[in-house]
């Protein structure tokens, strides 16, 4: 097994993620900038109130309050929590609700890593017509089904658009986390055929619309659909925290006239 990282370890790395000086770091968090030093030399122990300061100073999201407690000694602070355990079960009708309101247009709850946790019908109907429909049990990940070459790729016809601007949002995860697993799935990400020229690339200013829609084509069938990305206010849960709610919105009338008859001929 991997060391775990000690806390000044961990302290010096979220500094300097962050881009703080220990000056601006101290004064963040109440403190004297000599003390900061000693925390960050190992030459002083924390509080656990003083570990919950720093990483609220720090911006540090929770599952990384409890790396920051767990390296100093202490029990962690918060809890991760199965979405489907009892204990969520407000949060989850919550978001049922959401996916439910969503229809007959796509809408998805997916994790910090685009894992896919629950979808609505309108969800299943565009990844049936597109791809088919995957497998009982399958897990999803939306990340590797959007940048690889062989899902939804191929059908959809500003790609290299659309995966620009996708990929900054992981880069700004990574950023925001600063996890080696958010990091990892951005290089995995990055490593498939074509990814990095299309990052690279400039984007085109002068298409003109309000938002960038992701283009589907397939069988003579076109479809057009702009995204939105809700989180959950207020969240004291790891898992709660990490949850993402993407509901897709036709960005014309076809569009949504087709999902309406999807949605007819289903029922």
Not at 8 to 20: K, T, V
Not at 128 to 155: I, W
Not at 211 to 231: E, N
């Amino acid at each position: 097994m991997p060391k775990r990282p000690g806390f000044a370890a961990l302290l010096r790395r979220w500094r300097a993620h962050r881009g703080l000086s220990q000056l601006d770091l101290a004064g963040e968090a109440g403190i004297s900038q000599r003390h900061l030093s000693f925390l960050e030399l190992g030459r002083a122990s924390p509080s656990r109130e003083m570990v919950l300061r720093l990483a609220d100073a720090l911006a540090v999201p929770l599952r990384q309050h409890n790396a920051l407690l767990l390296a100093a000694g202490f029990a962690p602070a918060w809890r991760e929590t199965a979405l489907a355990a009892p204990e969520l079960a407000q949060v989850g009708r919550a978001l049922d609700h959401i996916l439910a309101q969503q229809e007959p247009f796509p809408a998805a709850v997916v994790d910090r890593h685009w894992n896919l946790l629950k979808a609505n019908a309108g969800a299943a109907r565009l990844v049936a017509f597109l791809v088919g429909p995957p497998a009982p049990g399958a897990a999803v990940n939306l990340a590797d089904a959007l940048v690889a070459p062989d899902v939804l790729r191929p059908f959809l016809a500003n790609w290299p658009d659309v995966v620009r601007y996708f990929i900054r949002s992981v880069e700004a995860d990574a950023a925001a986390d600063g996890t080696a697993e958010t990091a990892a799935l951005l290089e995995r990400l990055l490593a498939h055929d074509g990814v990095r020229a299309a990052v690279a690339a400039p984007a085109d200013v002068a298409a003109g619309d309000p938002v960038l829609p992701m283009h589907f084509r397939k069988d003579g069938t076109s479809l057009s659909l702009f995204t939105t990305i809700a989180t959950l206010g207020t969240p004291q849960d790891v898992t709660l925290q990490e949850l993402r709610i993407e509901c897709f919105f036709p960005a014309d009338e076809g569009t949504a006239a087709i999902f309406r008859a999807w949605a007819a001929a289903g029922r």
